[in-house]
C-alpha cells in the first residue's frame, strides 16, 4: 500500500485515473495533504499502484486544472495554497492546550509533532 492510502479498484467501473484524482481531492480537502505537501512522482505513484503513468499524471492535470495542486519542473507537485480546513475554535483550543503541556515537558516541536502522528495512527477508543 502507497503511503497516500490511495487504492484503485481496475475491475471497477470508475476509471483508475478518477478514481486517483477524487481520493486525493479528497485527502486535500480533508486536510491530510496540507498547503505545499508534496504529492509522489507520477512515475513513483503509477508503480505504487500498478498503473501506467499516463493514468496519474491525467489524474495530477485534472487536479491541477481544478486548483487543488501546482506542478513546477524540479520542484514536483504540491499541494496549492487556499485548501486548508478550518478547523472548529474547540478543536483549536484543544490543541493550544496540548501545546502548552508539551511545552511545559520541554518537548520541541519535532516531538510535538511526532508524537501527534503516533495519536493519529492510533485506531480510535472503543465506545
Known sequence: ????????????????YEQVRAQLAD??????????????PVRQLAADLGLATGTVARAYRELES???VH???????R???GHAPVPEPALTQAA??????????????TELLAAL?????APP???
Open 1 to 16: 500500500m502507497n503511503p497516500l492510502s490511495v487504492q484503485v479498484d481496475t475491475a471497477g467501473p470508475v476509471p483508475p
Open 27 to 40: 485527502l486535500i480537502r480533508a486536510g491530510h495533504l496540507a498547503e505545499n505537501d508534496r504529492l509522489p
Open 66 to 68: 481544478a486548483g487543488l
Open 71 to 77: 506542478s513546477r519542473r524540479g520542484a514536483g507537485t
Open 79 to 81: 499541494v496549492a495554497p
Open 96 to 109: 493550544r492546550t496540548y501545546v502548552t503541556r508539551a511545552r511545559a515537558l520541554g518537548a520541541d516541536d
Open 117 to 121: 502522528r503516533i495519536a493519529l495512527a
Open 125 to 127: 477508543p472503543r465506545q
